[in-house]
């Protein structure tokens, strides 16, 4: 027997970082009233973040929760980057759906790391260089192997990358250096040992208390090439 649970007289607010405002419009199908509010404060406010999900019949955008937060029954956070604010609206009894500080496992490439070790996970061997300066005598000491450079936090500078000896690579490291400013030798970078003959088989999907969906996207991918 399944279950169906009547939710027109529920809210719902949708915390997202600007990717998936859909999972508004597809809860509006169920929910009674839904809202949606991902960030845009800055120095300079932009159009492009003030408007993200804007102008949808479906659910009503708002710039923060602070105006509903005791009106919503339910918060789901769709991205990374807010578990402390879930932890927060959890320990004043709300009902919040997310990652909590899960995120870190994506976030700090060097802490995940020794978390899978100590876990027995195996991994590509790896180092961690501190600077960019001796992320380039790294790459110049590996001749033209190919290598896999992650960072911290900050996809937005860049995602992971792969160079092969670095005269093939100066002009990313240069333009890398140029946008991190002073910080560019204070920065953490995670070289990883390429694994050649191998598959990268990866499944994008969600686990809620260690279940599963019955569908899911399962691919191989080759890394900034395609996704099959």
Known sequence: RICR????????????NGIFADVARSLSKSF???????????DFPSSYKTELGEGFPDYERVDDIWGIVDDMDLFIFTDMHQGTLQEYLAAQGKRVFGSRNADEIECYRTDAKEHFAGLNIPQAP????????ELRKYIKSRGSEKLWIKIDKTRGDSETFSVEGYNLAKNRLDFMESEFGPIAEQRDFVVEDNLPDTLDIAIDTYSIDGQYPSRAMLGVEQKDQGYV
């Open 5 to 16: 649970v009547d939710f027109t007289s529920k809210s719902v607010c949708v915390v997202d």
């Open 32 to 42: 009674g009233k839904v809202y949606y509010t991902s960030p845009w404060v800055a």
């Open 126 to 133: 790896y180092v961690v260089v501190k600077g960019m300066s």
